[in-house]
Nanobody, 123 residues
Framework: QVQLVESGGGLVQAGDSLRLSCAASGRTFSSFLTGWFRQAPGKERDFVARISKYGDTYYADSVKGRFTISRDNAKNSVYLQMNILKPEDTAVYYC?????????????????WGQGTQVTVSS
């Protein structure tokens, strides 16, 4: 059974940084597409960043240059380093893993999802 557990969320001020972590059991991240999505209250779940099994990365325009996705194969973990946080980054952040069929930005490309971690950025 595959389980994804996110951690690292919290309440920060605009301009601060946070690093989210996603640990997997029952799944080897290095063999699959892994991504981060976020969902703000009253909004749809949006793509944030992804890393392919080959290690190439892709970002939403809204976070490009501020967020970095990375993977530690030895720890079977994926991270999202978030810098220069803005109030509009406030959301529940979800880690997910699946199979790339297009660019790896669609929620339908992901099979397993974590429970999410709350990130709140105050102005």
């Amino acid at each position: 059974q595959v389980q994804l557990v996110e951690s690292g969320g919290g309440l920060v001020q605009a301009g601060d940084s946070l690093r989210l972590s996603c640990a997997a059991s029952g799944r080897t991240f290095s063999s699959f597409l892994t991504g981060w999505f976020r969902q703000a209250p009253g909004k749809e779940r949006d793509f944030v960043a992804r890393i392919s099994k080959y290690g190439d990365t892709y970002y939403a325009d809204s976070v490009k240059g501020r967020f970095t996705i990375s993977r530690d194969n030895a720890k079977n973990s994926v991270y999202l380093q978030m810098n220069i946080l803005k109030p509009e980054d406030t959301a529940v952040y979800y880690c997910a893993t699946g199979f790339m069929r297009r660019l790896g930005v669609g929620a339908d490309e992901y099979v397993y999802w974590g429970q999410g971690t709350q990130v709140t950025v105050s102005s």
